[in-house]
T-cell receptor, first 111, second 111 residues
Framework: QQPVQSPQAVILREGEDAVINCSSSKALYSVHWYRQKHGEAPVFLMILLKGGEQKGHDKISASFNEKKQQSSLYLTASQLSYSGTYFCGTEEGAGGFKTIFGAGTRLFVKA | DTGVSQNPRHKITKRGQNVTFRCDPISEHNRLYWYRQTLGQGPEFLTYFQNEAQLEKSRLLSDRFSAERPKGSFSTLEIQRTEQGDSAMYLC?????????FGEGSRLTVL
């Protein structure tokens, strides 16, 4: 079951904040977040396991609400380098290591 | 370079021909994945291996698609009797602890 991401696209000015949401109709074991720049492979950002933990590095963090089967990615004080497409990937149920990706959120940061 | 390596990077073929892609994962990773990505979409799961065992194959994948991972090392993805709808980027990823490390992909164009 493909997770649903919102919004589909975001345009920001440098220094602004953004939130990208990911939701599933299935019980989730974990949520992954990746960023893909044009013409490049997706790059891993972080993984959150069920338990409602929040993770982050630098000015990018994420939360996982296991009960609501939702995750959010928070980008704070955005930089030009944050531009790209962000994908959430979900593992359902008890795990099993199959990650299903959403359609992506296109983020453009302008100076 | 110890990342995931894929070749060929680009393949142009005529409809009806067979094509084969190769993926060399990060050496200590026991899980290997194949995804397909079309423009504007997230990576679509095709199949994955744990060591040499193929554990799951997408139901969306026709019998024209086959993948192998002999001896749990490199993997090949073969598409027989290619169709124009097979045109896409084929991504390989490997994993040891959950996060996926993607290769640069093999772009297939079917004329």
């Amino acid at each position: 079951q493909q997770p649903v991401q919102s919004p589909q696209a975001v345009i920001l000015r440098e220094g602004e904040d953004a939130v990208i949401n990911c939701s599933s109709s299935k019980a989730l074991y974990s949520v992954h977040w990746y960023r893909q720049k044009h013409g490049e492979a997706p790059v891993f950002l972080m993984i959150l396991l069920k338990g409602g933990e929040q993770k982050g590095h630098d000015k990018i963090s994420a939360s996982f609400n296991e009960k609501k089967q939702q995750s959010s990615l928070y980008l704070t004080a955005s930089q030009l380098s944050y531009s790209g497409t962000y994908f959430c990937g979900t593992e359902e149920g008890a795990g099993g290591f199959k990650t299903i990706f959403g359609a992506g959120t296109r983020l453009f940061v302008k100076a | 370079d110890t990342g995931v390596s894929q070749n060929p990077r680009h393949k142009i073929t005529k409809r009806g021909q067979n094509v084969t892609f190769r993926c060399d994962p990060i050496s200590e990773h026991n899980r290997l994945y194949w995804y397909r990505q079309t423009l504007g979409q997230g990576p679509e799961f095709l199949t994955y291996f744990q060591n040499e065992a193929q554990l799951e194959k997408s139901r969306l994948l026709s019998d024209r698609f086959s993948a192998e991972r002999p001896k749990g090392s490199f993997s090949t993805l073969e598409i027989q009797r290619t169709e124009q709808g097979d045109s896409a980027m084929y991504l390989c990823a490997s994993s040891a602890t959950g996060e996926l490390f993607f290769g640069e992909g093999s772009r297939l164009t079917v004329l």
